[in-house]
T-cell receptor, first 114, second 112 residues
Framework: NAGVMQNPRHLVRRRGQEARLRCSPM?????VYWYRQLPEEGLKFMVY????????ESGMPKERFSAEFPKEGPSILRIQQVVRGDSAAYFC????????????FGPGTRLTVL | TQLLEQSPQFLSIQEGENLTVYCNSS?????LQWYRQEPGEGPVLLVT?????EVKKLKRLTFQFGDARKDSSLHITAAQPGDTGLYLC????????????FGAGTRLFVKA
């Protein structure tokens, strides 16, 4: 039973380019969460999605960032016109139930903006 | 304001020592999770506690949920270098629609 998959594991972009991060939840999970983590810091919540719906985007920057979880396929976190400050590890988690708890994490995507 | 306070923030100990990490809040949680994150990896779920006063053991790790479900502790007996990592607690807020919030973590380093 595969866990949460994220790809790519490492992504390098130049300032102004777009970054697309993908997350496939655990089998049977329909709830996806995205987090951002800076070196030596904890997790910062960004967005919570169910299939085709954004449930909570209170942690998402208002500009340049967007997320989707389509009916088919992985969840996508998209960052447009990346800046150096976007460099971080981005983690996706999934859960089975309708509550927010007991989330299972992927290995993360490390984004470096040159 | 951090709703879930973890302490200590950083802990460096010798192999074989015991330690306790705390996770405190003024809010009530329906459940609480502990995760361990190693460098370059995602957090790995260690345990979920749901009942006030509950104690769970995982080999040398003992987890306790406070009676009022506002706090939790993680005790490690005879720490080993392999225990090194970032320990995160996360709780589902009863008053927040069961939204999960994370503490800032306790960074543990166990020296051989």
């Amino acid at each position: 039973n595969a866990g949460v998959m994220q790809n790519p594991r490492h992504l390098v972009r130049r300032r102004g380019q777009e970054a697309r991060l993908r997350c496939s939840p655990m089998k049977g999970h329909s709830h996806v969460y995205w987090y951002r983590q800076l070196p030596e810091e904890g997790l910062k919540f960004m967005v919570y999605l169910q299939k085709e719906n954004i449930i909570d985007e209170s942690g998402m920057p208002k500009e340049r960032f967007s997320a989707e979880f389509p009916k088919e396929g992985p969840s996508i976190l998209r960052i447009q016109q990346v800046v150096r400050g976007d460099s971080a590890a981005y983690f996706c988690a999934s859960s089975f139930g309708s509550s927010y708890n007991e989330q299972f994490f992927g290995p993360g995507t490390r984004l470096t903006v040159l | 304001t951090q709703l879930l306070e973890q302490s200590p923030q950083f802990l460096s100990i010798q192999e074989g020592e015991n330690l306790t990490v705390y996770c405190n809040s003024s809010s009530v949680f329906s459940s609480l999770q502990w995760y361990r994150q190693e460098p370059g990896e995602g957090p790995v779920l260690l345990v979920t506690v749901v009942t006030g006063g509950e104690v769970k053991k995982l080999k040398r790790l003992t987890f306790q949920f406070g009676d009022a479900r506002k706090d939790s502790s993680l005790h490690i007996t005879a720490a080993q270098p392999g225990d090194t990592g970032l320990y995160l607690c996360a709780g589902a807020l009863v008053a927040g629609g069961f939204k999960t919030i994370f503490g800032a973590g306790t960074r543990l380093f166990v020296k051989a």
